[in-house]
């Protein structure tokens, strides 16, 4: 099986702009979570989707959304970028049943100028 | 808050010694936890997981045990090998009430092995 993709690898973008970063699940996996690392931080819980459902939600403010489509990738956008949204974006899945691992994706790099 | 805590920022061993990484967590409803090794540049790779019911679990060379009593845990790499070189993650989940892939992760520990 092909693993989670996540796309772009890389990414720059300017204060005040927005950005899409897209996600592709392992086949058969439901459900699709996103988490934020920083330097110093770990990795800090962004959002769980589950069969097109946002099921959990971190501490984030309102200008991270996430959606999941039929197919269960997803995509995570993030408006009025702030230079603190620069970060590695983590995308996970799995098969959305609890107590199981998560499989991750390569990340994106995202630099906020 | 920091619910899930690891408190070595590094670590060294020498190839072939037991390498031991610690855990602490401050939420006693935690009921599943999970060890992750991460490579620069690449998303975090799964290793060994434990269910709050049980105190051990092993797989190969690592084992990992639960202390619920002192919400401690630890994982333990014998014999440790220069390719286990990364930073290793511990994370937590509540899964009572709802299945969840909310992962609370600690901060970290660089493991290095000396050859």
């Known amino acids: 099986k092909a693993g989670v993709t996540q796309t772009p690898r890389y990414l720059i973008k300017t204060r005040g702009q927005q950005v899409t970063l897209s996600c592709s699940p392992i086949?058969?996996?439901?459900?699709v979570s996103w988490y934020q690392q920083t330097p110093g931080q770990g990795l800090q819980f962004l959002f769980e989707?589950?069969?097109?459902?946002?099921?959990n939600k971190g501490n984030f403010p309102g200008r991270f959304s996430g959606r999941q489509f039929s197919n269960s990738r997803s995509e995570m956008n993030v408006s009025t970028l702030e230079l603190g949204d620069s970060a590695l974006y983590l995308c996970?899945?799995?098969?959305?049943?609890?107590?199981?691992?998560?499989?991750f994706g390569s990340g994106t790099q995202l630099s906020v100028l | 808050d920091q619910q899930v805590k690891q408190n070595s920022p590094s670590l060294s061993v020498q190839e072939g010694r037991i390498s031991i990484l610690n855990c602490d967590y401050t939420?006693?409803?935690?009921?599943?936890f999970l060890w992750y090794k991460k490579y620069p540049a690449e998303g975090p790779t799964f290793l060994i997981s434990?269910?709050?019911?049980?105190d051990k679990n092993e797989d190969g060379r690592f084992t990992v045990f639960l202390n619920k009593s002192a919400k401690h845990l630890s994982l333990h790499i014998v014999p440790s090998q220069p390719g286990d070189s990364a930073v290793y993650f511990c994370?937590?989940?509540?899964?009572?009430?709802?299945?969840?892939?909310?992962?609370?992760f600690g901060t970290g520990t660089l493991l290095a092995v000396q050859p």
């Open positions: 434990i269910s709050s019911i049980k």
């Open positions: 086949s058969g996996h439901r459900s």
């Open positions: 939420n006693s409803m935690f009921d599943y």
């Open positions: 994370a937590a989940s509540l899964n009572y009430g709802g299945a969840t892939n909310k992962l609370i």
């Open positions: 996970a899945s799995s098969e959305g049943t609890g107590y199981e691992k998560l499989f």
């Open positions: 989707y589950f069969s097109e459902t946002q099921r």
